[in-house]
């Protein structure tokens, strides 16, 4: 299955972290996952290391025509 999740991971890294692992743990099971957010965030390195595409994307509302694009 082909999964697109938009997240913003700017803050707590406490907050980020469950997600972090259900992201992987859906890779590691044969999903492909595409992650829209900053490339610059600490968890970037991880997503990749598990063959999760990040995609380098800003988003200030809920509809960000931009953002559709990117994806």
């Known amino acids: 299955m082909n999964i697109l999740i938009l997240t913003s991971v700017g ?17 590691k099971s044969g999903h ?21 595409d990040v995609i380098d994307a800003r988003h200030d509302k809920k509809i960000d025509f931009k953002n559709i694009l990117l994806a």
């Open 32 to 52: 492909t996952i595409t992650i829209m957010t900053q490339k610059e965030n600490a968890y970037a390195k991880i997503f990749k290391e598990h063959g999760i």
């Open 11 to 27: 803050g707590s890294y406490n907050s980020v972290r469950p997600e972090l692992d259900i992201f992987v743990s859906l890779a």
